[in-house]
């Protein structure tokens, strides 16, 4: 099946930069430690970007454990071999909608950040996923809810031009603000067992902007809600006056913005 959306909302000559600066390796090892990772597991870490991530959960599985990263972006793939590539760890350029029966099964399946750029095809994905987990295996989904639509002590009319960008976003590139909800749904139709639930904060952000939050949500002004088909009627169709202000007013200490985080993981029948 084809689609017209973009293939990756996000795509820019500076997505490495953006998701490895904002990986913090603390928290990926405590929702892999929370979902059961151990020493000794096969892991598949499905849509694992610039590597970080799958190196996080290789320290995880020690010793005598095996990660393969799955990305369909040749150059983020080819960044993570040359970083991060060591016993143990393997890349792979593949769309995750393909064929991935060589890839094996696994102990233990992890997808963070993944299911939220495509919101009509995720619990499709999910089934394909389930395949690669093996019998009593681990599959775990990691994702946000209300992704970026929880503000306040913005000036209105930015605020409500986000509201507009993440519509356009929904509509026009498959992006699913509320992808964190539904990950229990995925499991449970699926038939997994002892299915457990987290939620936490992704991002708590209030006072003074640090620089790793400034730099992340400016990307994706730059990048994803440019790209929304918003036609910024508050600024006279003026993406950049949107972004100008977007940038002032979020710097600003009295601004309070939150993302909930959704994990969830089961056991494979
Ligand atoms: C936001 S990043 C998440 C990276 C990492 N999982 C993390 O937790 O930080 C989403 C990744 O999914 C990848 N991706 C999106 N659609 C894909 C597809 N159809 N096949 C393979 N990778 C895909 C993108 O290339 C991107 O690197």
């Not at 970026?148 to 976003?169: F, M, Y």
């Not at 991002?203 to 400034?214: A, C, F, K, Q």
């Not at 940038?247 to 601004?255: L, N, V």
Request: hydrophobic share 35%; with cysteine; aromatic share 12%.
């Amino acid at each position: 099946m084809t689609t017209d959306f973009l293939e990756y909302l996000m795509e820019d000559p500076l997505e490495i930069e953006r998701q490895e600066r904002k990986t913090d390796p603390g928290a990926v090892l405590a929702q892999a430690q929370w979902a059961g990772i151990s020493a000794g597991m096969r892991v598949a870490d499905i849509g694992c970007g610039p590597g970080l991530t799958s190196s996080i959960l290789l320290d995880a599985v020690q010793p005598g454990g095996q990660v393969v990263g799955v990305d369909f972006s040749a150059e983020r793939i080819q960044h993570a071999k040359n970083r991060y590539q060591r016993d143990g760890l393997f890349f792979q350029q593949e769309d995750f909608f393909g064929d991935l029966t060589e890839l094996g099964t696994f102990d233990f399946v992890w997808a963070r950040f993944v299911l939220e750029f495509h919101r009509s095809r995720a619990a499709e994905l999910v089934a394909k996923l389930s395949r690669l987990v093996r019998s009593g295996g681990v599959l775990c989904l990691v994702d946000l809810d209300y992704n970026c639509l929880s503000h306040a002590g913005l000036p209105e009319r930015v605020n409500a031009t986000i509201q507009d960008v993440v519509k356009g976003l929904e509509t026009n590139s498959d992006f699913d603000p509320y992808a964190g909800r539904y990950l229990y749904e995925h499991l449970f139709d699926l038939g997994y067992q002892d299915i457990c639930l987290d939620m936490t904060s992704h991002h708590l952000i209030y006072g003074e902007l640090d620089e790793v939050e400034r730099y992340n949500w400016e990307r994706k002004v730059l990048v994803a809600a440019k790209r929304s088909g918003c036609d910024f009627n508050r600024y006279q169709g003026d993406f950049d006056a949107f972004a100008k202000e977007f940038t002032t007013s979020f710097k600003k200490s009295r601004r309070f913005t939150y993302t909930p985080l959704i994990s969830c993981c089961g056991k494979k029948p």
